[in-house]
């Protein structure tokens, strides 16, 4: 039974916006330096997507994506060669409102 609060309800699931070789901006949260790289959505699967990345992605890593005013946090499943899976944690689908956004709430160095 899905939670009303739940960031992850099966209508937000279906109302993400992306299409196929999506571009994204990923971020590898909590391990090491802080920092983003280019990466694109090849799949969505359920709570899951299939993504490519500039630079490998552990397993186990907590990541956070953002594309078109959508973001998602999440942890990587399994890498593979050219690629990932996540598993979607939370989600917000329009972050164009939010001025914390691209404003410092990167944790500092």
Known sequence: MALPHSTLAAKAMRELNWKPEQSAELSV????????????????????????????????????????GQLVLGQVLNAEPGGFWMEIHHMLLDTSGLSWQKQGWQRAG
């Open 29 to 68: 949260l909590g391990d090491g330096e802080p920092g983003t790289q280019a990466a694109r959505i090849l799949e969505i699967s359920g709570k899951r997507l299939h993504l490519a990345a500039e630079q490998p992605v552990k397993g186990g890593a907590a990541v956070r994506l953002e594309w078109d």
